[in-house]
């Protein structure tokens, strides 16, 4: 694909708009420990710490899981941000050590900086290619904010097929709905801040002082999967 036709497929890429609300990247609980090895005996039970609804949990609903069954999580997130980023390897430590668990992301589109990043995220998912969330989480750290350049040496190296990518990018229903869906769901939820947890589509997580080790999250985890 020459330079001019990636440029014009990625202007209307940043062209393309959607409903907006007001939305933050904000920082979740911060667990230290986020070894999948850690001493069994240092984790926190459900039974030390008493979880409270509307303390270190609230009620969400209408989460769409997308065919996920239970236990499982769903992840709102936006690739640019800072707190989400951090949190990668503590969600990679909770699914180490909770490989029951499913995982379902969803990716942020509130504002028109974020649509774009969504429209990266959901083509690659439909592409199958979801598993290149990692390498493009590393390249937004690197990067803070991605360049058409950026882009497309990203797609090149990961050899993904460009004109089918901007195809699905441009046109594909798909992508907008899920795009409508997160923000839908986020803003009936009042779900104000990115990274953002919920378990089994009915729990969000909220930050606390008491989630303050990756056993405290996951005894938070393991309370809300089984309620």
């Known amino acids: 694909m020459s330079t001019k036709i990636y440029l014009t497929h990625y202007a209307k890429l940043l062209a393309v708009a959607s409903v907006s609300l007001l939305l933050a990247c904000s920082e979740p609980a911060k667990p230290e420990n986020?070894?999948?090895g850690a001493d069994k005996s240092q984790q926190i039970s459900p039974d030390t710490v008493r979880f409270q609804q509307d303390v270190h949990y609230k009620l969400v609903e209408n989460i769409d899981a997308e065919n996920?069954?239970?236990?499982?999580?769903?992840?709102?997130?936006?690739?640019?941000?800072q707190h989400c980023q951090q949190f990668e390897p503590?969600?990679?430590a909770i699914m180490l050590r909770r490989p029951e668990l499913s995982l379902v992301r969803k990716h942020a589109a509130a504002v028109p900086q974020w649509q774009t990043d969504a429209r990266i995220f959901y083509s690659l998912q439909q592409m199958g290619l979801e598993h290149l969330t990692a390498p493009l989480f590393k390249l937004y750290e690197e990067k803070r904010q991605l360049t058409p350049l950026d882009l497309q040496q990203f797609?090149?190296?990961?050899q993904v097929d460009q004109k089918a990518f901007f195809d699905i990018a441009e046109n594909s229903e798909q992508v907008v709905e899920k795009m409508r869906r997160s923000a839908r769901e986020m803003q009936d939820n009042t779900i104000r801040g990115v990274p953002a947890l919920v378990v089994n589509g009915r729990y969000l997580?909220?930050?606390?002082e008491d989630i303050n080790s990756l056993d405290a999250y996951l005894a938070l985890i393991d309370y809300l999967r089984t309620k």
């Open 34 to 36: 986020t070894s999948a």
């Open 155 to 158: 797609l090149t190296t990961h």
């Open 68 to 81: 996920a069954k239970p236990p499982f999580l769903v992840e709102y997130f936006w690739f640019g941000c």
């Open 205 to 208: 997580i909220t930050p606390n």
């Open 90 to 92: 503590v969600l990679e």
